[in-house]
């Protein structure tokens, strides 16, 4: 396979809106050890590279944003068995999947699933890391518990309602409107109610027959917190997905202290190579069988690399079901 010496990217051109996502040559970075080269044809975007844009390059000093892709093998670094030039996959990546090649630690790469296309294989890591890695490793839900994610119809959301319910978990979502409340219910919550109910908290109490939730997955930076704390169950778990730009939370201490509920949070792109290698491990064992099966991402829109900015403008909106892809042409 000949791979040029440089690539179109998408890069931050500076901190604003999606005008600041601009085309620019990169070069193409050769695998180090342990790492794979990806020609890439299809990448997701994602509300971590909404703000990423809005801050600028990332802290880790990259300019070009998304985390997951799909595309061919196009070169292996050392030590790197497994795999060989021209095999479809697909990979949760440290930034840069908004370019033509993108460098993915080997355990962070799957095969893409025969049944999916480019696009729906590229939808799939950061849903299914993001969930797993929160749910069953930070939070450990157990299937005689209830669990609840805010955003049941995001990208990552709505791929964490088909798998978690695929495998018996007992799973209720939230949403903004009631076709996305409904649209909760096709993707395999047990329940789903507007977010913005005044009585949220008392209709999650009632789904789960009293048992309230164990484990919740807040992405909206604590906006229904006194919900949240009223159908938590005791020793139940919050962890956040967003920090709201820096926004804080006012904490009741004492509805803490009679349920013993604890609040954390985590950021996947961090995490150490080690612990996502782990959830790599558990996604292969439990998720990749149900792909084409039980799990299958619903598509929102695909826009070509060159209008990225339109991409985020849309996800902006909020009025999306689903996954919003970037399609790449091939070099």
Same mark, same amino acid.
């Given at each position: 396979m000949h791979i040029p010496k440089t690539q179109t990217a998408i890069v931050i051109s500076g901190p604003g809106g999606p005008d600041v996502l601009v085309p620019r040559e990169l070069p193409v970075e050769t695998p180090g050890a342990g790492d794979i080269l990806i020609?890439?044809?299809?990448?997701?975007?994602?509300?971590?590279?909404?703000?990423?844009?809005?801050?600028?390059?990332?802290?880790?000093?990259?300019?070009?944003?998304?985390?997951?892709? &799909?595309?061919?093998? @196009? +070169? #292996?670094?050392?030590?790197v068995t497994g795999m060989t030039q021209g095999d479809r996959v697909m990979a949760l990546v440290p930034g840069g999947g908004y370019g033509q090649y993108v460098i993915a630690p080997a355990p #962070?790469?799957?095969? +893409?699933?025969?049944?999916?296309?480019?696009? $729906?294989?590229?939808?799939?890591?950061?849903? %299914?890391?993001?969930?797993?890695?929160?749910?069953?490793? #930070?939070?450990s839900l157990q299937k005689d518990q209830f669990a609840l994610f805010?955003?049941?119809?995001?990208?990552?959301?709505?791929?964490?309602?088909? +798998?978690?319910?695929? #495998?018996?978990?007992? %799973?209720?979502?939230?949403?903004?409107?009631?076709?996305?409340?409904?649209? &909760?219910?096709?993707?395999?919550?047990? @329940?789903?109610?507007?977010?913005?109910?005044? $009585?949220?908290?008392?209709?999650?109490?009632?789904?789960?027959?009293? +048992?309230?939730?164990?484990?919740?997955?807040?992405?909206s930076a604590g906006a229904h917190l006194a919900q949240d704390l009223a159908m938590m169950a005791p020793d139940g778990t919050i962890a956040h997905l967003s920090g709201g730009g820096g926004s804080t939370l006012d904490l009741p201490v004492r509805d803490l202290m009679a349920k013993r509920i604890r609040i954390t949070g985590s950021l996947l792109r961090p995490l150490p190579l080690d612990r996502k290698s782990q959830v790599a491990d558990a996604i292969r064992r439990d998720v990749w069988p149900l792909l084409g099966t039980r799990v299958r991402p619903s598509i929102a829109q695909v826009f070509p690399l060159t209008d990225a900015a339109a991409a985020h403008a849309m996800m902006e909106t909020g009025s999306h079901i689903g996954k919003i892809m970037l399609r790449l042409t091939p070099d």
């Open positions: 020609r890439v044809t299809a990448a997701g975007i994602n509300r971590h590279d909404i703000h990423q844009r809005a801050s600028g390059k990332h802290s880790d000093g990259r300019a070009v944003p998304g985390l997951e892709v &799909c595309g061919t093998v @196009a +070169a #292996l670094g050392s030590g #962070l790469v799957m095969p +893409a699933p025969d049944g999916f296309s480019d696009i $729906e294989a590229a939808a799939i890591p950061e849903a %299914v890391f993001t969930t797993w890695w929160n749910f069953f490793h #930070l939070m805010h955003g049941g119809t995001s990208g990552v959301g709505h791929i964490a309602l088909q +798998a978690m319910s695929a #495998l018996g978990y007992n %799973v209720i979502a939230t949403a903004g409107s009631a076709q996305k409340v409904a649209a &909760c219910g096709d993707f395999g919550a047990m @329940a789903a109610f507007s977010y913005d109910d005044p $009585e949220l908290a008392t209709k999650v109490m009632e789904a789960t027959g009293g +048992a309230g939730i164990s484990t919740l997955l807040d992405v």
